[in-house]
C-alpha cells in the first residue's frame, strides 16, 4: 500500500530554519508531481510548493518564494522542503502530496510551531 510518511516538524525561533522530508513508499514516485501544502488552525489547508518529476521545474506560493526550497531524490523515493527564516505565520501542519493525473496521495502531516 503506498504511503506517505512526513518528518523533521517541530518548535523553532522565528529566523530559524528546519528541513521537512516526506519518503514514499509501497511504489515509485519518480514520475509524480510532488507538493507540500499546509493548514494553518482555522484556515483551509494551502499550497507552499510543488516539484516535477525531473526536478526541473518548481513553483512556490509567494508567501515562501526565496525562503523554501523544494527538491528531492528520486532514488531515495523523497522529497525534501528546506525552511529558512522561518516566520511565525509559517507555523502549520505541513502535508506531503504525491499526484499523477488524478491520482492524489496525501501524507498524514508534520507539525511546523514558529515562535516569535
Known amino acids: 500500500q503506498a504511503q506517505l510518511v512526513e518528518s523533521g516538524g517541530g518548535l523553532v525561533q522565528a529566523g530559524g530554519s528546519l528541513r521537512l522530508s516526506c519518503a514514499a513508499s509501497?511504489?515509485?514516485?519518480?514520475?509524480?508531481?510532488m507538493g507540500w501544502f499546509r493548514q494553518a488552525p482555522g484556515k483551509e489547508r494551502e499550497f507552499v510548493a510543488a516539484?516535477?518529476?525531473?526536478?526541473?521545474?518548481?513553483y512556490y506560493a509567494d508567501s515562501v518564494k526565496g525562503r523554501f526550497t523544494i527538491s528531492r531524490d528520486n532514488a531515495k523515493n523523497t522529497v525534501y522542503l528546506q525552511m529558512n527564516s522561518l516566520k511565525s505565520e509559517d507555523t502549520a501542519v505541513y502535508y506531503c502530496?504525491?499526484?499523477?493525473?488524478?491520482?492524489?496521495?496525501w501524507g498524514q502531516g508534520t507539525q511546523v510551531t514558529v515562535s516569535s
Open positions: 516539484i516535477n518529476w525531473s526536478s526541473a521545474n518548481t
Open positions: 509501497g511504489r515509485s514516485f519518480s514520475t509524480y508531481v
Open positions: 502530496n504525491a499526484r499523477l493525473g488524478d491520482y492524489s496521495l
